[in-house]
């Protein structure tokens, strides 16, 4: 069955410190998301894409954060300067646009 | 703006039990309501969803309801086991090939042998 695969499935990094959490949509989807889990709450939206550009961000998504598409199977979020706060649970998600989203595994960031 | 309202937050039952969750929707232009369970150390994986064309819908011991008048969607596990404990997450969508999900806050389920 295809899946959405993510890597790494945990990075620690120092405060202030940029960081790239990748991702692999399934091969036929032509809509990706990124989702977050802050440790204890509900899974938020963070930002959606189709055709190279961002389709929809919510207000997490702020300057510090990027995505992007680099080689047409890799999808990546990158946050420039992280903070405390960003600790969570990032969800890529990808989907063929009729609703299903297919969800990788995730990944853990924790910033110290 | 657009929420998703789940309950109970936790759900202790018997094995062989049922289990009923509730959520609450606030767009009613919502029209895809997935279900995830989410269990520990994993990422979310859909167990069953429902479309706003369909009022029930079922897949052996899960079962899904949707009141779009009252914007309720419930999901039902019947003969519960123990390897049902996880942390069961309600969205919602609205139509769109961008189909961003709203999720409801979780709730975990235990099912004591």
Partial sequence: EPEVTQTPSHQVTQMGQEVILRCVPISNHLYFYWYRQILGQKVEFLVSFYNNEISEKSEIFDDQFSVERPDGSNFTLKIRSTKLEDSAMYFCASSDGKGEAFFGQGTRLTVV | GENV??????????????????????????????????????????????????????????????????????????????????????????????????????????VHP
């Fill in chain 2, 5 to 110: 309202e789940q309950h109970p937050s936790t759900l202790s039952v018997q094995e062989g039990d049922s289990a009923v969750i509730k959520c609450t929707y606030s767009d009613s232009a919502s029209n895809y309501f997935p279900w995830y369970k989410q269990e520990l150390g994993k990422g979310s994986q859909l167990i069953i969803d429902i479309r706003s064309n369909v009022g029930e819908k079922k897949d052996q011991r899960i079962a899904v309801t949707l009141n779009k008048t009252a914007k309720h969607f419930s999901l039902h596990i019947t003969e519960t086991q123990p390897e049902d404990s996880a942390v069961y997450f309600c969205a919602a969508s609205k139509p769109g090939g961008y189909n961003k999900l709203i999720f409801g806050a979780g709730t975990r389920l235990a």
